[in-house]
């Protein structure tokens, strides 16, 4: 199963962090992949918050139509970064990795940024149809003040690879997954963490209520929920769904991914507007042995899981760092100064909640709402 | 032409027992000549009779044959074709000493002869087809195995109900936030359709007039008992022809989906008793088809009208019942179909889902269409040609009708194409539990797209012994002959069936599908909803079935 590592802070760090968090937990990964996404950059990002960055990897060709398609659209390049490559054995390296910076084109300067958001994404879906096939364009995101890195590998040795032990590439909030690839094929577009417009989330557990979850998400209309290559992506899509289509409170993704039996919701005061919410989201309930970790446009971290998540995930740390781990090892590392008998492992109707900025932790109960 | 003087008359112009469906095969050696059989036989199809036999003997050293003539008595399976042995087997029931059985004759030649007097072959039953269905070639392939822990069936909490009315879509939900919060903005003018969450399997509609008054009881009293007891949500359609007076006006009839269709049967007790209803029915049904007879409406023989009958539909005894094909007032669905909801809605306050029956057909997705666009339209039942009947043209039984799950998937992959798979509930029907496999078949069916199934003839069945096969065993539903006691209004056969008993069948039957389902969903890793259009998890053995369904072909 997937080993799942995110740490949010006050303070940036490197996402060697995460990525030695990960090497504790070895065992449960297999070297098919390392995702990572750093959200609230620092370093030679910290001035250009309000600009996308588009994170991927291209071909030789593959940058060339890049380029083209992004002045075509009136996009104007402001900074590029590149890891530094270092060989490693094991580790094919392709082309050309980038975080690349761009101003809005001039025509939409004035528009709300739930406007701009929707051209990035249709930006990144357009690249993603021109060089899927061939595999000569990954783009994984491309939104202000989020880059997202992803590779076949160990995660120790891309962690090397890319450089990122020295590099200054620094955030306040870094998910990482060391994949365990089981039922598809390894693919960089099945690497979690998975983002859309400013959501962000990485699952273990087997997704076993999938495809209906899928064409319900595809029959909503809207235009990012695609791709699927892997079944957790819909996580992510549910919680984009919840929170930005239907503006539900961050709470309420508990309600729609596991919602209560009717005679457990007497207790809640939303009750009536739970019951609806049951009914009208029934197919998106995930029904499987999932814990999710995710993030918001705000920067609020979470953690939840499906009551058949036999073994829970851990939240723990310290006022201005937390870490959101599948494996308490991975805590341990990453911060191992606190107190431990304050880790907390939510149950099933729990779910954790971490501030922007790793202020206040909240274990939020489903029963008592 | 005259015989010839002093020579026997030949038999040529009747039939020989070759041309009927089953052969009564009796034993001389066994029978004890006590008449049971004879007495019981619905048809009439055996007789006591005498004849003559002659006996050649030889006693002594050396052969010294004689003859001798003795008059025994037997008994005979007539050769009047009107008088076919149906192959009930109540014979073999009743003889104490296993002296007599129907056998199927498989080099029959019944539906040649079975029209006389220019009408057509009418019986009870549902498609005489023996083959594998659809339905029983799928099979739950995708097992959870080490990357996702299977459930235990027997120690896991499992959640296995469905929602029956129009659901909202997300969008539309009339919803406010408040410190954080969702509340229901009641400042909306939003309609919230009435939605009940029920057990996936529903007992489907069979009518008061069809079934005995002890089966409808059992039927009934079964249904009551797994809601109040236990806690099962399973619900019972009606069936056209009204229902009780006392029950109408009891906590009970929320168990109960009341069936209006195009004859009207039981209407006017029913608005009357409208005031003093405590309790709302679960739904309401609208029949405008039925997957066993498309095209033809409702037929309660005139033999099965006695009082109780004719007092609860509000008619004479002892006439032909016929609803016709059509409802009178249709005159296009978009008019007709929905005045019929609205008015059934409004008569309840829009308390109530309102939803049509239909039979299979290569038009459902029309209709489907139609009611995916009217908001007050609660769900689509839809009605496939291995779906029972109490009376019906034999040809319309056999060859008219679509197979349930081919029309059930493209409708539901129609509403995922729309976005409203999750809006307007499918409910399923036809050869459920065709071959016994009611769990598999319903399970099945949900992952194929259904929210619901119904089922009528598998629990007559199971809970009433009902003798009815796909070898036209019986099927003498229309003529209130049934052997059983459970399609008839004559108390000398009714009382053959104890209403507590098949109440007791029911409460198993349901308990064991539970059982069932959960052995299926479990290993499947599936506990917390019905998995609806979990296509992935199905397989089957034939690539072209496997195509025009969407699953995956395994083999």
């Given at each position: 199963?997937?080993?799942?590592?995110?740490?949010?802070?006050?303070?940036?760090?490197?996402?060697?962090?995460?990525?030695?968090?990960?090497?504790?937990?070895?065992?449960?990964?297999?070297?098919?992949?390392?995702?990572?996404?750093?959200?609230?950059?620092?370093?030679?990002?910290?001035?250009?918050?309000?600009?996308?960055?588009?994170?991927?990897?291209?071909?030789?060709?593959?940058?060339?139509?890049?380029?083209?398609?992004?002045?075509?659209?009136?996009?104007?390049?402001?900074?590029?970064?590149?890891?530094?490559?270092?060989?490693?054995?094991?580790?094919?390296?392709?082309?050309?990795?980038?975080?690349?910076?761009?101003?809005?084109?001039?025509?939409?300067?004035?528009?709300?940024?739930?406007?701009?958001?929707?051209?990035?994404?249709?930006?990144?879906?357009?690249?993603?149809?021109?060089?899927?096939?061939?595999?000569?364009?990954?783009?994984?995101?491309?939104?202000?003040?989020?880059?997202?890195?992803?590779?076949?590998?160990?995660?120790?040795?891309?962690?090397?690879?890319?450089?990122?032990?020295?590099?200054?590439?620094?955030?306040?909030?870094?998910?990482?997954?060391?994949?365990?690839?089981?039922?598809?094929?390894?693919?960089?577009?099945?690497?979690?963490?998975?983002?859309?417009?400013?959501?962000?989330?990485?699952?273990?557990?087997?997704?076993?209520?999938?495809?209906?979850?899928?064409?319900?998400?595809?029959?909503?209309?809207?235009?990012?929920?695609?791709?699927?290559?892997?079944?957790?992506?819909?996580?992510?899509?549910?919680?984009?769904?919840?929170s930005r289509q239907l503006n539900f409170p961050l709470i309420y993704y508990k309600d729609?991914?596991?919602?209560?039996?009717?005679?457990?919701?007497?207790?809640?005061?939303?009750?009536?507007?739970?019951?609806?919410?049951?009914?009208?989201?029934?197919?998106?309930?995930?029904?499987?042995?999932?814990?999710?970790?995710?993030?918001?446009?705000?920067?609020?971290?979470?953690?939840?899981?499906?009551?058949?998540?036999?073994?829970?995930?851990?939240?723990?740390?310290?006022?201005?760092?937390?870490?959101?781990?599948?494996?308490?090892?991975?805590?341990?590392?990453?911060?191992?100064?606190?107190?431990?008998?304050?880790?907390?492992?939510?149950?099933?109707?729990?779910?954790?909640?971490?501030?922007?900025?790793?202020?206040?932790?909240?274990?939020?109960?489903?029963?008592?709402? | 032409?005259?015989?010839?003087?002093?020579?026997?008359?030949?038999?040529?112009?009747?039939?020989?027992?070759?041309?009927?469906?089953?052969?009564?095969?009796?034993?001389?050696?066994?029978?004890?000549?006590?008449?049971?059989?004879?007495?019981?036989?619905?048809?009439?199809?055996?007789?006591?009779?005498?004849?003559?036999?002659?006996?050649?003997?030889?006693?002594?050293?050396?052969?010294?044959?004689?003859?001798?003539?003795?008059?025994?008595?037997?008994?005979?399976?007539?050769?009047?074709?009107?008088?076919?042995?149906?192959?009930?087997?109540?014979?073999?029931?009743?003889?104490?000493?296993?002296?007599?059985?129907?056998?199927?004759?498989?080099?029959?030649?019944?539906?040649?002869?079975?029209?006389?007097?220019?009408?057509?072959?009418?019986?009870?039953?549902?498609?005489?087809?023996?083959?594998?269905?659809?339905?029983?070639?799928?099979?739950?392939?995708?097992?959870?195995?080490?990357?996702?822990?299977?459930?235990?069936?027997?120690?896991?909490?499992?959640?296995?109900?469905?929602?029956?009315?129009?659901?909202?879509?997300?969008?539309?939900?009339?919803?406010?936030?408040?410190?954080?919060?969702?509340?229901?903005?009641?400042?909306?003018?939003k309609f919230i359709p009435p939605v009940r969450e029920i057990y996936p399997i529903m007992?489907?509609?069979?009518?008061?007039?069809?079934l005995s008054p002890p089966m409808w009881e059992g039927l009934a009293m079964g249904v009551?008992?797994?809601?109040?007891?236990?806690?099962?949500?399973?619900?019972?359609?009606?069936?056209?022809?009204?229902?009780?007076?006392?029950?109408?006006?009891?906590?009970?009839?929320?168990?109960?989906?009341?069936?209006?269709?195009?004859?009207?049967?039981?209407?006017?007790?029913?608005?009357?008793?409208?005031?003093?209803?405590?309790?709302?029915?679960?739904?309401?049904?609208?029949?405008?088809?039925?997957?066993?007879?498309?095209?033809?409406?409702?037929?309660?023989?005139?033999?099965?009208?006695?009082?109780?009958?004719?007092?609860?539909?509000?008619?004479?005894?002892?006439?032909?019942?016929?609803?016709?094909?059509?409802?009178?007032?249709?005159?296009?669905?978009?008019?007709?179909?929905?005045?019929?909801?609205?008015?059934?809605?409004?008569?309840?306050?829009?308390?109530?889902?309102?939803?049509?029956?239909?039979?299979?057909?290569?038009?459902?997705?029309?209709?489907?269409?139609?009611?995916?666009?009217?908001?007050?339209?609660?769900?689509?039942?839809?009605?496939?040609?291995?779906?029972?009947?109490?009376?019906?043209?034999?040809?319309?039984?056999?060859?008219?009708?679509?197979?349930?799950?081919?029309?059930?998937?493209?409708?539901?992959?129609?509403?995922?194409?729309?976005?409203?798979?999750?809006?307007?509930?499918?409910?399923?029907?036809?050869?459920?539990?065709?071959?016994?496999?009611?769990?598999?078949?319903?399970?099945?069916?949900?992952?194929?797209?259904?929210?619901?199934?119904?089922?009528?003839?598998?629990?007559?069945?199971?809970?009433?012994?009902?003798?009815?096969?796909?070898?036209?065993?019986?099927?003498?539903?229309?003529?209130?002959?049934?052997?059983?006691?459970?399609?008839?209004?004559?108390?000398?056969?009714?009382?053959?069936?104890?209403?507590?008993?098949?109440?007791?069948?029911?409460?198993?039957?349901?308990?064991?599908?539970?059982?069932?389902?959960?052995?299926?969903?479990?290993?499947?890793?599936?506990?917390?909803?019905?998995?609806?259009?979990?296509?992935?998890?199905?397989?089957?053995?034939?690539?072209?079935?496997?195509?025009?369904?969407?699953?995956?072909?395994?083999?």
């Amino acid at each position: 199963m997937c080993r799942l590592a995110a740490i949010t802070s006050n303070n940036f760090f490197s996402p060697m962090e995460n990525i030695l968090a990960l090497e504790t937990m070895k065992e449960g990964h297999d070297g098919s992949g390392l995702g990572l996404t750093l959200k609230g950059l620092g370093g030679e990002f910290k001035d250009l918050t309000k600009y996308p960055i588009m994170s991927g990897i291209c071909s030789k060709k593959g940058i060339k139509a890049l380029d083209d398609y992004m002045k075509k659209n009136g996009f104007r390049l402001k900074h590029i970064w590149t890891p530094k490559i270092k060989p490693v054995k094991g580790i094919v390296p392709r082309d050309y990795y980038f975080a690349r910076v761009y101003d809005y084109p001039s025509s939409c300067k004035d528009k709300s940024f739930s406007e701009k958001e929707g051209l990035l994404m249709n930006t990144r879906i357009a690249l993603r149809n021109i060089g899927e096939s061939d595999e000569s364009i990954f783009v994984f995101s491309f939104y202000p003040d989020v880059i997202t890195i992803k590779e076949v590998g160990d995660p120790l040795e891309l962690g090397e690879f890319f450089g990122l032990d020295s590099d200054g590439l620094k955030a306040k909030v870094i998910f990482a997954q060391g994949r365990q690839n089981t039922n598809y094929q390894i693919y960089l577009y099945a690497c979690h963490p998975f983002f859309i417009q400013g959501y962000c989330s990485m699952t273990n557990g087997e997704n076993t209520a999938f495809v209906p979850i899928r064409e319900f998400l595809m029959s909503r209309g809207f235009t990012g929920y695609m791709g699927y290559n892997s079944d957790s992506e819909v996580f992510t899509h549910i919680l984009h769904y919840a929170s930005r289509q239907l503006n539900f409170p961050l709470i309420y993704y508990k309600d729609v991914i596991t919602p209560l039996k009717i005679s457990e919701m007497e207790n809640r005061k939303d009750s009536g507007a739970l019951r609806l919410i049951k009914q009208s989201l029934r197919p998106l309930c995930i029904d499987g042995p999932n814990m999710v970790i995710g993030f918001t446009p705000d920067g609020t971290c979470f953690m939840v899981q499906d009551s058949k998540k036999l073994r829970p995930g851990v939240v723990a740390g310290v006022k201005g760092k937390y870490a959101l781990m599948s494996e308490e090892c991975g805590v341990d590392r990453a911060v191992p100064k606190r107190d431990k008998s304050m880790d907390i492992f939510p149950m099933k109707y729990d779910m954790v909640i971490i501030s922007p900025g790793a202020e206040e932790v909240k274990v939020w109960n489903q029963l008592q709402g | 032409m005259e015989p010839a003087s002093g020579l026997r008359l030949d038999h040529n112009h009747k039939l020989s027992l070759r041309e009927f469906p089953y052969i009564v095969r009796w034993r001389d050696d066994r029978c004890k000549r006590c008449g049971q059989c004879t007495a019981v036989c619905p048809v009439k199809a055996i007789e006591a009779t005498v004849k003559v036999q002659r006996y050649v003997s030889s006693e002594g050293a050396s052969p010294a044959p004689k003859a001798e003539r003795k008059v025994i008595q037997i008994v005979e399976q007539v050769t009047d074709m009107e008088r076919y042995c149906t192959g009930c087997g109540a014979c073999t029931l009743v003889c104490p000493n296993e002296a007599i059985e129907p056998e199927f004759n498989p080099q029959n030649k019944f539906l040649h002869y079975k029209n006389k007097g220019g009408e057509g072959y009418k019986r009870g039953g549902r498609r005489n087809d023996p083959s594998i269905s659809t339905l029983d070639r799928l099979k739950f392939t995708r097992i959870s195995m080490l990357t996702d822990p299977a459930l235990d069936a027997g120690r896991h909490e499992f959640r296995i109900r469905t929602l029956l009315g129009r659901i909202l879509p997300p969008e539309e939900l009339p919803l406010k936030i408040e410190n954080n919060k969702l509340s229901i903005n009641k400042d909306s003018a939003k309609f919230i359709p009435p939605v009940r969450e029920i057990y996936p399997i529903m007992i489907g509609s069979m009518s008061i007039g069809a079934l005995s008054p002890p089966m409808w009881e059992g039927l009934a009293m079964g249904v009551s008992y797994l809601n109040e007891v236990e806690g099962m949500p399973v619900v019972m359609c009606s069936g056209e022809g009204g229902m009780p007076p006392r029950l109408l006006k009891s906590k009970y009839l929320k168990y109960f989906i009341i069936q209006i269709a195009s004859g009207y049967f039981g209407w006017d007790e029913i608005i009357h008793a409208l005031p003093h209803m405590v309790e709302d029915p679960a739904a309401i049904e609208i029949k405008y088809g039925q997957g066993a007879k498309p095209g033809d409406g409702g037929l309660l023989m005139a033999q099965k009208v006695l009082n109780l009958i004719a007092s609860i539909r509000g008619v004479p005894q002892f006439i032909d019942l016929a609803s016709p094909p059509t409802h009178q007032t249709k005159y296009s669905i978009e008019e007709a179909v929905a005045k019929m909801i609205q008015s059934m809605s409004m008569a309840w306050g829009f308390r109530v889902p309102v939803y049509p029956k239909i039979s299979g057909s290569r038009t459902a997705r029309a209709v489907l269409n139609n009611l995916a666009r009217n908001p007050y339209a609660a769900a689509l039942s839809i009605d496939g040609e291995d779906g029972g009947t109490g009376a019906a043209y034999n040809v319309s039984m056999d060859k008219m009708g679509h197979p349930i799950a081919s029309n059930l998937r493209e409708c539901y992959l129609d509403l995922v194409k729309q976005g409203k798979q999750n809006e307007l509930p499918l409910i399923a029907a036809g050869g459920v539990g065709k071959k016994g496999n009611l769990a598999a078949n319903a399970a099945a069916l949900i992952m194929l797209g259904a929210s619901a199934v119904s089922i009528g003839k598998y629990i007559m069945q199971a809970a009433a012994d009902c003798f009815g096969d796909e070898y036209n065993r019986c099927n003498l539903c229309n003529t209130g002959k049934c052997p059983r006691g459970i399609t008839t209004q004559d108390p000398k056969l009714y009382r053959r069936l104890d209403s507590d008993k098949v109440a007791e069948r029911v409460v198993e039957t349901f308990k064991a599908a539970d059982v069932e389902l959960r052995k299926i969903f479990a290993p499947m890793g599936r506990s917390t909803e019905l998995p609806i259009g979990m296509s992935d998890g199905l397989s089957t053995d034939d690539k072209a079935m496997a195509k025009r369904l969407g699953i995956n072909y395994a083999c």
